[in-house]
């Protein structure tokens, strides 16, 4: 048990290093791209911006956090699970933390589901849980994605042709993803037929010894998988809910930038353009497993804003929306996760 404790921290600490050396590298590239940028225009670019927009941007991006603690929050207490504004604020920081650091998100759902249990809430409801939300948080990504489509659909020829091409393959995966979140709540036999079959192939590789033992477990996790699925699926009014939560809280991330933009001297005719620019940028990102979607992210909202200001202006409100918008927002939720970290040692140590 020490040894696997000590790998985990040993692989929590590597990907840390490494989501540091991608972000560096990425302030670097961004930075560097640009001709006209200097350290010292960036600051007075700051500085002369309007304080009341970039606290709108600020709200924004705890929106981002707040709003899913908000919707796991909705499904515990609907079903008769204790959740609190804190403990949901911290659901929400560790799942975006370790989705931030870890490639394609991979880290995020099994903290988040790492502190629901530990607080006392079921396993098997808290995968059904984290389940429908990340369908919900799909189909928030996609509504958005559709509106931009619909209501500013020449904005899309303001990316380049290897942009737009990220972007429809975003909009493709996020089709996908809803499809089998949604087919994994509906259909419990398909996961259980895919979770024996690993079992059986684990037990014919003799990475277990205990494949029988883990079948039993296995059909006894299903059958309260589809109880709590079924349950799920069966309350309208909590669903809506939680993807209204959704929604607010991929607004709340878009409208970041937007802020940014009107902080920074924008013109407030434009800022639906900025947050239509934004949604596309979010929705291209998707199909890119690179921890916290470094890099492409910058691509994309470098390659839109040029073709809207200049490479100066492009490269500032780029810098200064992903500061609030990802960075900050990373810094925030990692302090969160410490935080909960310390206060669960405390009691363990009582």
């Not at 709108?56 to 959740?83: D, H, N, T, Y």
């Amino acid at each position: 048990m020490k040894n696997q404790n000590t790998l985990n921290k040993r692989n929590k600490l590597l990907w840390s290093l490494l989501f540091l050396l991608i972000a560096a590298g990425t302030v670097y590239a961004v930075v560097s791209q640009s001709k006209t940028f200097s350290f010292h225009k960036f600051r007075e670019f700051i500085l002369t911006a309007s304080p009341w927009y970039l606290a709108a941007a600020a709200l924004c991006m705890l929106g981002f956090i707040a709003f899913e603690g908000l919707a796991i929050m909705v499904m515990c207490r609907e079903f008769k699970f204790k959740c609190s504004l804190k403990n949901g604020f911290i659901y929400s920081a560790s799942d975006i933390y370790f989705s931030a650091i870890t490639p394609s998100a991979t880290g995020g759902q099994p903290a988040c589901g790492y502190f629901m249990v530990k607080d006392g809430i079921p396993a098997v409801f808290t995968t059904v849980a984290l389940i429908a939300n990340l369908a919900a948080y799909a189909l928030s990504t996609l509504s958005l994605g559709v509106l931009s489509l619909v209501a500013r659909p020449g904005l899309l020829m303001k990316f380049s042709l290897f942009s737009r091409v990220l972007i429809y393959l975003g909009y493709g995966a996020q089709l996908f993803l809803i499809a089998f979140f949604t087919l994994m709540l509906k259909r419990k036999d398909i996961v259980y037929a895919i979770c024996g079959k690993v079992i059986r192939l684990m037990g014919k590789l003799r990475l277990t010894r205990r494949a029988d033992v883990l079948s039993q477990k296995l059909k006894k996790t299903a059958e309260d998988f589809g109880m709590y699925s079924e349950m799920m699926q069966g309350k309208l009014s909590m669903l809506f809910k939680v993807v209204v939560l959704n929604i607010l809280q991929k607004a709340s991330q878009i409208a970041v930038t937007m802020f940014a933009y009107l902080a920074t001297g924008g013109k407030l005719s434009h800022a639906f353009d900025i947050f239509c620019l934004q949604s596309y940028t979010t929705i291209g990102v998707n199909c890119i497993p690179i921890p916290g979607a470094m890099g492409i992210t910058d691509y994309l909202m470098l390659d839109c804003f040029g073709s809207v200001m200049s490479p100066s202006e492009a490269t500032n409100l780029e810098l200064l929306s992903r500061s609030l918008s990802f960075y900050s927002c990373v810094i925030i939720c990692g302090a969160a996760v410490v935080l909960k970290l310390i206060e669960q040692r405390k009691r363990r140590s009582k």
